[in-house]
């Protein structure tokens, strides 16, 4: 009999029960818990866990799947992390391109619009000055990583008539409409003088370390701008800092930072046309990402019980 | 030979090559000034004003048509104002519809995602307790404002995937199929109750004054959120405010007040879930802006000088 083990902290009544139907027909046993401290004894040798249960991952020898409710999982693709070697990884890309995508519009017209120096400027008094706005309208974008998170954001930036979005990816290919053209990433150089906002949204993987480079970030348009919601380790953070404070780039807007917390200490902390947020974007917190979230979880446990490949099986090669 | 004084501050090069242009389509004369000071001796008895130019309306007999680059127009329908009372009256609604309804969308999802809040927290050292946001997607939009302003937001909205988007207006009327309902505005307090995020964009009107009153933010669920960047006299701003700090409505965005700019002492500064700009959702900066407001000015100078009908003729019974 299948034994999972399923953390419960973000999920709802209805997500228990979801799963808990989904449990009884493949005829396996479920156990919820809030802490990996919690397992009770008989969940000691689980097969199956839906969380990120890294101590379970790194102990638990009969472990076979984890799935991880996030969409990043680069801290279980250390060698040798998993205690079973042949232990499966899924994870919840799929999940979080919703509200990832309602954070790149948010943050990209709170930064073309001038709106947190409007309201800075506001409560000291000052009144309204006329002050230069930019548009998503007429923008040139690309998105370096299209997937459920760059797709979700096309399919939202399309509605405010962009002159084009260009979609640069390992591939090159991806047939969403939404992308007016694909590119590779080897081809990522020839779109970056002619890109008026970037919107990075890479995995952490080796090919994507430190790929926005000083010079890339140097071949973008002078006051064009720049939303990372993938992982820090894709941007020299120094460059950046450095051509926001010359204004060359006009305005970044960062979720994710080389390390996190951002330490106290950080210059970033120091760039005014730098919005930080403390890696929210894809928080487990709106209704519709738990249940996408949950339906992944539940389909791929049929998957599993059926020995059938995994639909959401991360690639430990590719990193995604 | 018609005369034309044009408003030139927030004009281009390439725009006022436009208006001359057409001005010369028509055998016109025109002259371009910073400030109503500024208009030369032979201009003094010209027939078009392009501008809010509040005293040459007041003065000038000759004045026989009156554009204003602006959509709003309630401080030119003061009984009396035009020393020629015969003089047209046309507004520029339809050029701001883009700029503000990205105001609105950036706006809505800064309070839904409360990216204030995790910016504040951040730089006080608290880095990134997961907050319940809220979402666009599956949300219940209402509309109160059907015009240009409501229309591109509705747009817009629609690639969020809201469950239902509900226009409101005078007539009841919009063939707009981004709205999947339309109401008239005596229906308004049957949809109240059913609505997340209210967004009002109304014209400035005796019908509109204090439209929003406290019964009716009452009548809203609690946790819905309003944004109102039509005219700040259509709320009822103390009872938003106390239904604000009591948290029945979650969030509110306020680009316009009753008084403008917002009084030092006023209590609306200490509400800490309302966004406050100084009236900039319609600034006339994005390109777009001004092209689309010139274009429109040139359309209706070409009706002008054939004595055909303006088109954005305002019915000064109507108020828009």
């Given at each position: 009999?299948?034994?999972?083990?399923?953390?419960?902290?973000?999920?709802?009544?209805?997500?228990?029960?979801?799963?808990?139907?989904?449990?009884?027909?493949?005829?396996?046993?479920?156990c919820f818990i809030n802490s990996e401290d919690g397992v009770?004894?008989?969940?000691?040798?689980?097969?199956?866990?839906?969380?990120?249960?890294?101590?379970?991952?790194?102990?638990?020898?009969?472990?076979?799947?984890?799935?991880?409710?996030n969409a990043g999982i680069d801290k279980f693709l250390v060698p040798g992390f998993f205690a079973n070697?042949?232990?499966?990884l899924s994870n919840s890309s799929g999940s979080y391109g919703v509200?990832?995508?309602?954070?790149?519009?948010?943050?990209?017209?709170?930064?073309?619009?001038?709106?947190?120096?409007?309201?800075?400027?506001?409560i000291n008094g000052i009144w309204g000055p006329q002050r230069q706005q930019d548009s998503i309208k007429d923008s040139r974008i690309t998105c370096?990583?299209?997937?459920?998170?760059?797709?979700?954001?096309?399919s939202r930036a399309r509605a405010f008539q962009p002159r084009n979005i260009i979609g640069v990816s390992r591939s090159g290919k991806?047939?969403?409409?939404?992308?007016?053209?694909?590119?590779?990433i080897e081809e990522l150089d020839s779109i970056l003088p002619e890109t008026d906002l970037?919107?990075?949204?890479?995995?952490?993987?080796?090919?994507?370390?430190?790929?926005?480079?000083?010079?890339?970030?140097?071949?973008?348009?002078?006051g064009s701008y720049i939303v990372n919601v993938g992982r820090g380790s894709a941007i020299d953070e120094d460059a950046l800092a450095e051509a926001l404070l010359e204004g060359h780039i006009a305005g970044a807007a960062l979720d994710v930072f080389k390390v996190e917390p951002l330490p106290k200490e950080s210059k970033l902390w120091n760039v005014p046309n730098l919005l930080i947020t403390p890696h929210v974007a894809g928080n487990m917190t709106l209704l519709h990402t738990i249940n996408r979230n949950v339906e992944m979880f539940c389909e791929d446990l049929?998957?599993?019980?059926?020995?059938?490949?995994?639909?959401?099986?991360?690639?430990k090669n590719k990193g995604y």
């Amino acid at each position: 009999m299948i034994k999972i083990i399923v953390f419960s902290t973000a999920l709802k009544e209805q997500h228990v029960k979801m799963i808990e139907e989904a449990a009884s027909r493949v005829n396996a046993r479920v156990c919820f818990i809030n802490s990996e401290d919690g397992v009770p004894e008989d969940f000691k040798d689980a097969d199956v866990v839906y969380g990120n249960a890294f101590t379970i991952a790194g102990t638990y020898k009969s472990l076979r799947w984890l799935c991880s409710p996030n969409a990043g999982i680069d801290k279980f693709l250390v060698p040798g992390f998993f205690a079973n070697p042949e232990c499966m990884l899924s994870n919840s890309s799929g999940s979080y391109g919703v509200s990832i995508a309602e954070h790149i519009i948010a943050q990209t017209l709170m930064m073309m619009r001038k709106i947190t120096l409007c309201y800075k400027e506001a409560i000291n008094g000052i009144w309204g000055p006329q002050r230069q706005q930019d548009s998503i309208k007429d923008s040139r974008i690309t998105c370096l990583g299209t997937g459920d998170i760059g797709r979700t954001f096309a399919s939202r930036a399309r509605a405010f008539q962009p002159r084009n979005i260009i979609g640069v990816s390992r591939s090159g290919k991806c047939d969403d409409p939404n992308f007016d053209t694909m590119l590779k990433i080897e081809e990522l150089d020839s779109i970056l003088p002619e890109t008026d906002l970037l919107v990075m949204s890479l995995p952490g993987t080796p090919e994507t370390e430190n790929i926005l480079t000083k010079a890339r970030i140097n071949l973008m348009p002078k006051g064009s701008y720049i939303v990372n919601v993938g992982r820090g380790s894709a941007i020299d953070e120094d460059a950046l800092a450095e051509a926001l404070l010359e204004g060359h780039i006009a305005g970044a807007a960062l979720d994710v930072f080389k390390v996190e917390p951002l330490p106290k200490e950080s210059k970033l902390w120091n760039v005014p046309n730098l919005l930080i947020t403390p890696h929210v974007a894809g928080n487990m917190t709106l209704l519709h990402t738990i249940n996408r979230n949950v339906e992944m979880f539940c389909e791929d446990l049929e998957n599993y019980a059926n020995n059938r490949p995994l639909r959401y099986m991360v690639d430990k090669n590719k990193g995604y």
